[in-house]
């Protein structure tokens, strides 16, 4: 892939900003044709969706930056060395407009992280080969309450989407009963995520609680498709309600985020309507900007209405739950 001939930046005006990219013809995604440019251009095409999903909230970025091809790796703590990487810390060299927040680590160690404020500070990190942003579910101006409940709900194996999305309709009727109002959305892969706008009144470790919850009441309610134990090796049920992706530093892909895969799909905000109609396949880099320009944001009012957690917490202390450990 080092050998591919690029030309020259391009200087592409967001807003007020002009954002350089950088070889802008760099295969990205070779197997759908899709250059560097072509990811920036998507993104400018979700614009309004991807800077709302991010909007102020610390940010970790996942960078690919020699695109998605057969073989790459992403690095780990355990080998460094690979193709993509996770980069919590802002990086260097960023511009002075590129806002951060202060975070905390579990391990108590901290960091400034990008917390975006416009979408040229997005676009600025896509320069650098972020394909999928990882938000935390809080603001950069209470980084201790989440402001966000992420209900993930994570397929086993081998199951289908189709499996998943019995449970998020059953999800969905709980927290009517709450009354509550959650908005799912593709995680580019087989799963599914309910985020619900919560006041920012809870840790880490109540929201985990809520979660779990949650959680106990899909597995009283759909015995057969729903398991909250933590072990992977003792799921003896297709779907598993992670609780733990509430805990500090723990983050789903956001809205709109491209999953490095070679059919470059995206993580697609959805209505409760059209859940029974679609597939994951359906929304990638190339599709969701005409479904973007036509339909906008079904999660556009996802943060117009916080709710409380006390019904979910309720729930909890009639069950006698502690918060779970963060793992």
């Known amino acids: 892939m080092s050998g591919v001939a690029t030309t020259a930046a391009e200087e592409i005006r967001v807003g007020e900003r002009l954002v350089r990219v950088s070889n802008p013809d760099k295969p990205y995604f070779p197997e759908r044709g899709l250059t560097k440019l072509d990811v920036v251009r998507y993104f400018l095409a979700v614009g309004d969706g991807i800077l709302r999903a991010l909007r102020d909230r610390p940010t970790m970025l996942e960078r690919w930056p020699r ?24 990086p260097a060299g960023a511009p002075d407009w590129v806002r951060t927040a202060h975070i905390t680590f579990p391990s108590g160690r901290t960091a400034d992280e990008m917390a975006p404020s416009e979408l040229a500070a997005v676009i600025w990190a896509v320069n650098l080969g ?4 990882h938000p935390w579910p809080v603001s950069a101006a209470d980084v201790e309450h989440p402001d966000q409940l992420r209900i993930d709900l994570d397929p086993m194996p081998g199951v289908d989407f189709a499996q998943v999305v019995p449970v998020a309709h059953e999800v969905r ?24 706008s919560i006041e920012p009144r809870w ?19 759909l ?28 983050t789903v ?56 957690l006390e019904p979910l917490l309720e729930l909890a202390d009639r069950e006698g739950l502690e918060a779970p450990p963060e793992r």
């Not at 009727?173 to 087989?190: M, N, Q, S, W």
């Not at 398991?227 to 500090?248: G, K, L, S």
């Not at 309507?273 to 339909?295: G, I, K, W, Y």
């Open 253 to 308: 892909t956001s809205a709109y985020s491209i999953r490095p895969t070679p059919r470059a799909l995206v993580s697609a905000p959805l209505d409760w309507s059209e859940l029974d109609d679609v597939r994951p396949e359906d929304f990638d880099v190339v599709t969701m900007p005409a479904r973007f320009a036509e339909r906008g944001d079904p999660h556009a009012g996802l943060d117009d209405r916080p709710f409380s």
């Open 173 to 196: 009727a709980f927290l009517d009963e709450l009354g509550l109002v959650g908005y799912p959305k593709t995680t580019g892969g087989r799963g599914l995520h309910i985020y619900l």
């Open 67 to 90: 695109g998605v091809f057969e073989g790459a790796k992403v690095a780990t703590r355990a080998d460094n060395r690979g193709d993509a990487f996770y980069q919590k810390r802002l």
């Open 203 to 221: 840790s880490f470790g109540e929201c985990r609680r809520a979660v779990l919850a949650l959680g106990r009441e899909m597995q009283r309610r």
């Open 223 to 250: 015995p057969e498709l729903v398991t909250t134990t933590w072990w992977r090796e003792q799921r003896d049920r297709p779907v598993f309600v992670d609780y733990n992706q509430m805990a500090r530093d723990h």
């Open 130 to 133: 972020t394909l999928r942003f």
